[in-house]
């Protein structure tokens, strides 16, 4: 996947003291041909700041954003050069009374995944996830909140194992294709899929056991024919009154024809991390340039 570009929409409060906060970030990817924009659904942080910020207004133009990206989406013409990325910037986005608002420098920024949604959700999480995060009792456990856990747990235990997992592994098969956010190696070949039933209700959850059962059930015969094992991580719902639907996703899942486990938030999931952590060293070995390998063949 080729470079791809982004820029961080400032909401200048106050010019003449240089006063900036991130209000949204939009991205480039000339490859597909593609234009991303994202902003924070509140604007709790700015109202903290500023009393006499205009809230009303700031929706408009980032409303407005989101619908021009849209549309452009639909005639973008020949891929873009950097020049003409910024051009669309200058004259297409912000209007001449648009004051409070100017994009930053352009970033040309190299892709450590293939997935488009993976990469909106890092960079996202990377300038906006701490600044504008919810009250704690608003926030879901969502499949980021389960992958950020794991990686952080192994990090924290060692932080050289954490580069050696293998991320975005697809295994396929003629009926479905199954991406695999992480992998690593002990006895088995162990891809890592988180699943979160952190949602609203019964119908959602029960919609979302079956969808994965299906896709990885498809997979079983592979997974016996080459030693894969499906390591599930799971998150509870925070609703109790959700929680003998949960039980019911869960035991759905378990009836997946393939070797699996099922690691679940919390305590469960430490424990899993240690034993990835452990693992992940003992299956790497150092080359000359002081890289790792692994020592096995996938």
Known sequence: ??????????????????????????????????????FPDSSRRLRRLYSNFSERQLKVYLQSFSEW??????ELYPELTLEGYEVLLRHSLLDADATVLRFAPTVKAVPHSA?????LDHYYDLYFSEAYAPPLHERTRDEGFLLSQFRNSIKHLDPGAAKLLKKDVEISVPATSVIFDYAWQNGTFNLVKPISFDLKNENEIHKKALFYYGNLNLLADKAKENQYRFDILVARPTNPKLSREYNRAVSILKKIDA???????????QEYSKIAARN??????????????????N
């Not at 997935?115 to 990469?119: D, F, K, S, V």
């Not at 992940?280 to 063949?297: A, V, W």
């Open 1 to 38: 996947m080729k470079p791809f570009y982004f820029n961080l929409l400032k909401y200048v409060h106050s010019p003449f003291l240089g006063e900036e906060v991130n209000v949204g970030i939009l991205f480039y990817f000339p490859e597909q041909r593609q234009l991303e924009f994202r």
């Open 69 to 74: 990206v849209a549309r452009a989406n639909k």
């Open 115 to 119: 997935h488009i949604g993976t990469l």
């Open 259 to 269: 070797p699996s486990s099922f690691i679940v938030e919390d305590e469960e999931l």
């Open 280 to 297: 992940l060293r003992e299956h790497y070995k150092p080359t000359d340039t002081g890289l790792f390998l692994p020592t096995f063949d």
